[in-house]
């Protein structure tokens, strides 16, 4: 049955890419973007001031939707994989699949993440799932930080910023509608409907909006549990995405309106068992931010920011029914003033509080209930039913432009009630001198525990404090020629005081990495090539939450190495073909538990995985049989590769089992892709 859906799926393919290929003629010109084009894209995520990611300082990343399109990607897992340099990713509790940079763990608090300006990190646990989440024809463009970014964004920034931005009324001034089925052999990876619209009413007003809801299962293959038991992934671990977003802009009053809806289907138990049937997780976010940018004058901008959240991350329903769950609420209030001095002086400077206010249902109180989770009992209780925490923050950055170079210098300090505070300084060297340009820099980045309960703490332990990173970072490009530009970057980190969580979240030891990261683009008339290649090793650890397998540099579920290879081909203005292949080195993974006499986990085995080569291969087709009509046909995962995505930590003082592990999930086979999109202007 499953080999007739696979080979239907390629049939259908295959016949939809040869009657578009007869219908396809030259004639419309190409929206690709030339070499200039790439290299003259201008960012404000690395200063709050628009500038080249040559000229940012900061280790800066901008993905294009052409990009996007071009690859085949499908969500952001898939962008980020193959797109950018130096992300992986690890999977946590309940199969949730999180994020890592550079070799480090980044779940809990380490990579912040924004769509359309709005930060979507859960405020309880920090965190932020991928799978099927955003779906990539959303997208108009990712921005990202490779790096610290703490000086700007404070807290959930200290190993990078992740800023997604859903297309708009500048670049729709329209609507659009899209729809992708990406089938594996036994069953469906992804079946997603975006749509969008977005109208400029006059170079003053505009609106947009832009929708997706999906379904998919993250692989067909089998899942093994740490105690041995299999079963079979497809419908029983699942990754449903709901997404709203809303733009309003009217002169210079800019409001967004947001929700998150993203909801997976997991067996997975908590580290290595398997529960008897799938449950439920639901990550719901509702947000709305209001801005005003008021130019007091031709040089200066101050923008007052309002901002609210609503969270329920977490949500489980168990096999003893509907789980109700606490829910957090997110108010901010920021204001910012960006002051040029002079046509080489910039100065951006400004102040914010949020409060955290954490709300428990009444069943966690419940004498003999059976809802809530393990952590229920173990809220302070503060306003009745709720806990309240503050944050208050301070920031300044001046960036001075000379002819010799450009010098960035600023900090953040950041207090939060329970914990203390953090000051973090940075300062950049950078210069763009024709074809070369050159960065330096240095900063701090942190993290306060903004999110975690006091009582999580474990009795005795000291009190919990901020992490600190300390970050060094050099970066060098060159465009080789017309078509050729390079670029190489090396890095050094250092975390002290890490936040982790084994019996109780508390500060213990540190951890760092250092390596390299390069990215290649040639941009031809006919063929293009982008590379990326991303190394670290580990450095300076001396925790064994997060292990480092003995004998070697790797930590624990990452590869040290990692290459990316993306081709483009054009045949015509109307067709263009597109392979892609990602590299990896080998890495490391618990697979079995070692137990006791009496049956407990005391130990687990680590195993080394192979080196993996995942191919891909996408076509693009442009106005198919009318104007507007692109079809994307293509295949993920050619070779079928059997990989997994590990667990990158082991929890060795939990007291009812010494040792907790999961085995990895498996990564989705071999995988037929379809996608339409339909855009018209108005």
């Known amino acids: 049955m ?289 801005q005003y940018n008021y130019r007091t004058s031709d040089s200066l901008t101050i923008t007052p920011r309002l901002y609210y959240k609503n969270q329920a991350p977490y949500v489980r329903t168990m096999i003893v029914g509907s789980q109700r769950h606490k829910y957090v609420e997110k108010t901010l209030a920021s204001i910012t003033a960006n002051w040029d001095l002079s046509d080489h002086i910039n100065i951006v400077a400004g102040a914010e509080t949020y409060q955290n206010k954490i709300t428990i249902p009444e069943a966690f109180f419940d004498d003999g209930s059976e809802v809530g989770t393990e952590y229920g009992d173990s809220f302070e209780i503060e306003e009745g039913r709720r806990l309240t925490n503050q944050n208050v923050a301070a920031f300044f950055q001046s960036l001075i432009k000379n002819p010799i170079a450009n010098l960035t210098v600023g900090g953040r300090y950041e207090t939060a009630k329970y914990f203390g505070g953090a000051f973090v300084p940075r300062v950049a060297v950078t210069k763009a001198l024709g074809d070369l340009h050159l960065k330096g820099m240095a900063a701090q980045s942190f993290r306060t525990p903004s999110g975690i309960q006091r009582d999580w703490v474990p009795d005795g332990a000291p009190p919990m404090t901020p992490e600190k990173a300390m970050n060094y970072e050099i970066e060098a490009g060159y465009r080789l020629s017309k078509n050729l530009f390079f670029q190489v970057n090396v890095f050094d980190l250092r975390i002290d005081d890490v936040i982790m969580y084994g019996d109780g979240y508390q500060n213990s030891g540190r951890m760092g990495s250092r390596g390299a990261e390069s990215e290649m683009k040639f941009v031809g008339d006919v063929f293009n090539l982008s590379a990326n290649y991303a190394y670290y090793e580990a450095t300076q650890t001396d ?102 995505i590990p667990k990158p930590y082991v929890v060795r003082d939990n007291s009812s089992s010494p040792v907790n592990m999961a085995p990895g999930v498996p990564v989705a086979s071999r995988s037929v892709v379809a996608q339409l999109n339909f855009s018209q202007t108005f």
């Open 2 to 290: 499953k080999k007739r859906r696979f080979s239907r799926s390629v049939c259908i393919a295959l016949t939809l890419c040869s009657s578009s290929l007869a219908f396809a003629s030259d004639g419309t010109s190409s929206d690709a973007l030339s070499l200039d084009d790439i290299l003259n894209l201008s960012t404000t995520i690395a200063t709050k001031s628009a500038l080249t990611s040559r000229e940012s300082p900061g280790i800066v990343s901008i993905v294009t939707a052409e990009e996007i399109r071009n690859s085949g990607a499908r969500d952001m897992m898939d962008l980020l994989n193959l797109l950018v340099p130096g992300f992986q990713f690890g999977h946590d509790d309940h199969a949730a699949i999180g994020l890592a940079a550079r070799g480090l763990w980044a779940i809990e608090g380490k990579v912040l993440v924004i769509v359309d300006g709005i930060d979507v990190n859960d405020e309880i646990f920090s965190n932020y799932g991928f799978g099927n989440r955003i779906p990539a024809d959303l997208i108009e463009k990712v921005e990202i930080i490779r790096g610290p970014g703490s000086a700007i964004y404070g807290t959930y920034a200290s190993l990078g910023v992740i800023r997604v931005t859903t297309k708009g009324a500048d670049t729709l001034n329209g609507a659009y509608v899209s729809v992708t089925d990406s089938e594996m052999s036994g069953g469906a990876s992804h079946r997603n409907l975006s749509l969008g619209f977005g109208k400029k009413i006059s170079e003053d007003v505009s609106f947009s909006g832009a929708a997706g809801v999906g379904m998919g299962s993250r692989s067909d293959r089998d899942y093994v549990s740490g105690t041995g038991e299999k079963r079979t992934m497809v419908g029983n671990m699942t990754q449903d995405p709901r997404f709203v977003s809303a733009k309003v802009k009217a002169k210079d009053l800019n409001l967004t309106f947001l929700y998150d809806d993203y909801r997976t289907y997991t067996f997975d138990g908590n580290y290595y068992y398997l529960e008897p049937i799938p449950y439920e997780i639901q990550h719901r976010t509702y947000a709305a931010d209001a």
């Open 543 to 644: 925790t064994d939450y997060y292990p480092v397998e003995i004998g070697s540099k790797d930590f624990v579920g990452f590869s040290r190495h990692r290459l990316n290879l993306i081709g483009g081909y054009r045949l015509s203005d109307r067709i263009s073909l597109h392979p892609s292949v990602q590299i990896s080195s080998s890495k490391f993974g618990a697979t079995e538990q070692i137990l006791d006499e009496d049956g407990n986990s005391v130990d687990v085995v680590m195993t080394k995985f192979d080196p993996m080569v995942i191919a891909n291969f996408n076509v693009r087709l442009r106005d198919v049989l009318l104007k507007g009509l692109d079809v994307n046909l293509g295949v993920r995962n050619l070779l079928d590769t059997q990989d997994e």
